[in-house]
């Protein structure tokens, strides 16, 4: 019996999300997707999504261009408050005792 990869089935809900938010021009399901893709550790799929819708609403082309629209800014900002997160708020190493 084949079961799926996590990551790969995370990454497909995410895809799905965003896609069948650009195609029932509801926003708020493109942005559970790409937020869905950065927290979850994917942050390249996250940007590329982000990039990917975009573009896919008419940005102009080029890196700086791009850096100044919601879905890029969006993606940039859930994987660094990923990061952040890791960093300040989840223990590395938990105590044994109180």
């Known amino acids: 019996m084949y079961v799926m990869n996590t990551g790969r089935l995370i990454l497909a ?10 195609l029932l021009p509801f926003w708020p399901m493109e942005v559970v ?42 993606a940039l900002a859930s994987v660094a408050l990923r990061r952040f997160g890791l960093r300040y708020f989840i223990d590395a190493s938990p105590q044994d005792t109180l």
């Open 13 to 22: 809900i995410s895809f799905a999300l965003a896609a069948g938010g650009f």
């Open 33 to 74: 997707g790409i937020l869905l893709a950065a927290l979850t550790g994917h942050w390249i799929f996250a940007i590329a999504l982000g990039l990917l819708l975009d573009v896919a609403y008419g940005v102009p082309t080029g890196f700086f261009h791009m850096l100044f629209f919601p879905f890029t800014l969006l």
